[in-house]
């Protein structure tokens, strides 16, 4: 989801259309040659390069430090997930280079959308082209198939739910971009995740038992309780919530790739950690599983970042949190920490009045800062609580408290460690 308003209709036509500028301002290092619907002498403004290295810095030192130096992993592990990280190397440039040529193409056929955020300025009549997360989950696809050529043989056992797990990605990927398209009414999206995990759920063969909390076993009387279907229909319900949570808590330029980016890279921490810290050879496998897929992710992220950090330059569109979201879902159910990952995504749960879809701030344009409405998304509720702020301060107090609850995640485990389970 981004903040933009659409084009009131699709038109396929190659002619431009009359009631739209031929051409409009742009701001500081935005240069564009949009001169008609049709996309022609199309340029985007170049990427962000500078930011995202500051972002992955930050993101990737602590993760990379904690794989090569801290922890003793074994070599043909650490060699497994040094090719994974390059493969998504590649991805990252991939992806910077065909973001350009999608925008051309997109515009072509009238997907755009304008920056709501930016109403009343020059930059607010510019047309964005959006859905480029089709782009990103292409790339992520390509890399993570290419990726099972150098770690997994054809006896493998993870290789079935491997390719179970990228088959509900693309799935979601498609509904994704169908909603781009048609723009479906959103108790439809709400559903869509649950048939995109069909693949998944069929082909899952792992654990289907919980493990009782300690201060509960004396009244449950177990201490380890086996759901059996009713833990697929978990998994299904916990696909739902990851899509639609990235979906919900966007509407800024760079907030949903930015959440993205950082819950990655604190799935990335806490799957180096448990690896580190665990002698069993299967639990290694299954959060280096989540691992080969966490790095893509992140990789070609950061690259539609560069284009979609303020001011974006493009849109990623619901094809993108669908499927971001799909893929953190995916790793979290196969690596065994689902539970984690619902903490990782507690700012998405921090809204206060009931609001059950996507609700923007209000933008002045004589101040240039947003506003926070009554509607209880966590974008709104923060601005009521801190006052009004520019779309970029806001983009990274939000990004911030987004690292300072995952931070609290991992808080939050060390303290409960044998107490808790």
Not at 351 to 369: E, F, N, Q, S
């Amino acid at each position: 989801m981004a903040a933009r308003k659409r084009a009131s209709s699709i038109s396929i036509s190659n002619k431009p259309d009359p009631s739209e500028p031929n051409s409009a301002p742009s701001e500081q290092k935005m240069t564009r040659k949009t001169v008609s619907a049709s996309g022609e002498e199309f340029r985007l403004a170049p990427p962000k390069l500078g930011v995202i290295f500051v972002i992955s810095t930050l993101l990737c030192s602590l993760y990379l430090y904690l794989l090569c130096f801290h922890y003793k992993v074994d070599n043909e592990l650490k060699r497994s997930i040094l090719i994974n990280a390059g493969l998504s190397l590649v991805g990252f440039f991939v992806t910077l280079k065909m973001i350009p040529v999608t925008a051309r193409y997109v515009l072509r056929r009238n997907m755009f959308g304008f920056d709501i955020n930016k109403r009343g300025t020059p930059q607010g009549d510019i047309k964005v082209p959006e859905s480029l997360g089709i782009v990103v989950g292409i790339v992520f696809l390509i890399v993570a198939i290419i990726f099972q050529y150098f770690n997994f043989t054809e006896d493998s056992n993870w290789l079935v739910e491997y390719n179970a797990a990228l088959a509900s990605i693309c799935f979601m990927i498609l509904l994704g971009f169908v909603d781009d398209v048609l723009d479906v009414p959103w108790r439809v999206k709400l559903v869509l995740p649950s048939f995109a995990t069909l693949p998944l759920l069929m082909a899952y063969a792992g654990h289907t038992t919980i493990v009782i909390p300690k201060p509960l076993v004396a009244y449950i009387g177990l201490e380890v309780l086996n759901l059996g279907r009713i833990y697929k229909l978990y998994m299904g319900l916990l696909a739902v919530f990851c899509t639609n949570s990235i979906n919900i808590h966007a509407g800024l330029n760079g907030l949903e790739i930015g959440q993205t980016v950082v819950i990655a890279a604190a799935i990335l921490i806490h799957n180096v950690m448990q690896i580190g810290a665990s002698v069993d050879p299967e639990y290694h496998q299954a959060h280096a599983f989540s691992i080969f897929l966490t790095q893509p992710l992140m990789a070609t992220s950061l690259a539609m970042l560069a284009y979609n950090w303020y001011p974006s330059s493009v849109f990623v569109g619901d094809t993108y949190t669908v499927f971001a979201g799909m893929t953190m879902a995916v790793v979290g159910i196969l690596g065994h920490f689902s539970e984690t990952l619902l903490i990782f995504f507690l700012p998405q749960l921090a809204g206060i009045v009931k609001c059950p879809r996507h609700r923007l701030p209000r933008y002045d344009p004589a101040t240039g800062l947003l506003t926070g409405t009554k509607d209880g998304t966590l974008v709104n509720v923060y601005l009521r609580l801190f006052g009004p702020k520019s779309e970029k301060s806001l983009c990274i107090h939000l990004l911030v408290f987004q690292a300072l609850a995952c931070a609290f995640c991992f808080i939050l485990r060390h303290f409960l460690a044998g107490w808790y389970k």
